[in-house]
Nanobody, 127 residues
Framework: QVQLVESGGGLAQAGGSLTLSCAAS????????MGWFRQAPGKEREFVAA????????YYSDSIQGRFTISRDNAKNTVYLQIVSLKFEDTAVYYC????????????????????WGQGTQVTVSS
């Protein structure tokens, strides 16, 4: 059973930065296509970023305007999401997700593609 545990969220000031981590256990992390999603209060869960198995392919939502960087360390079974120039609208619960089946970037924005999800980590941006 694959388990994903996010960390690194918290309260941050607008204009600041945060790095979220997602640690995986229970499977072969290097075989997972990984994604990050977020859900703001009263809104649907939305795709943020994704990364291929070896990190050679990275994909981002157009809405985050180049402020997010996804990376992974397969030796540490961890995927990261660095957020800079935080904005109030970045306030959300951030989830990581794993797809053990496909390494294609196609359909990366669809939550149903991913079989495993973490419990989420809250990011709150204050002014």
């Amino acid at each position: 059973q694959v388990q994903l545990v996010e960390s690194g969220g918290g309260l941050a000031q607008a204009g600041g930065s945060l790095t979220l981590s997602c640690a995986a256990s229970g499977g072969t992390f290097s075989m997972y296509f990984m994604g990050w999603f977020r859900q703001a209060p009263g809104k649907e869960r939305e795709f943020v970023a994704a990364i291929s198995r070896n990190g050679g392919g990275t994909y981002y939502s157009d809405s985050i305007q180049g402020r997010f960087t996804i990376s992974r360390d397969n030796a540490k079974n961890t995927v990261y999401l660095q957020i800079v120039s935080l904005k109030f609208e970045d306030t959300a619960v951030y989830y990581c997700a794993a797809d053990p089946t496909s390494n294609s970037g196609t359909s990366r924005t669809f939550a149903r593609r991913y079989d495993y999800w973490g419990q989420g980590t809250q990011v709150t941006v204050s002014s």
